[in-house]
């Protein structure tokens, strides 16, 4: 099953975090080897500036994402459904 990773680039998410947020998603997906069954975009301003930085996985969003929420997000959502497909 793919997973859709959004992350905001507007200028406010991206100067609060979002910047290595992408780093992080992009080191994640790289190690374990899992980057065919994702699709990481960006997205345009969202209009959420003041609960950003935000990332959207799987149509739900996340706000005030730092570093230790995504990997513990991705781990949860990208980890687990892969064991479960194996």
């Not at 990997?71 to 194996?86: A, C, P």
């Amino acid at each position: 099953m793919a997973h859709l990773i959004k992350i905001c680039m507007g200028s406010s998410c991206f100067a609060r975090g979002n910047a290595k947020n992408l780093q992080l998603i992009q080191s994640f997906l790289d190690q374990n080897n899992i980057k065919a069954e994702i699709e990481l975009v960006g997205m345009r301003c969202c209009n959420r500036c003041a609960v950003g930085p935000n990332i959207t996985i799987d149509d739900k969003e996340y706000h005030h994402v730092d570093n230790e929420m995504l990997l513990d997000i991705l781990e949860k959502i990208l980890l687990t459904s892969e064991r479960k497909n194996v």
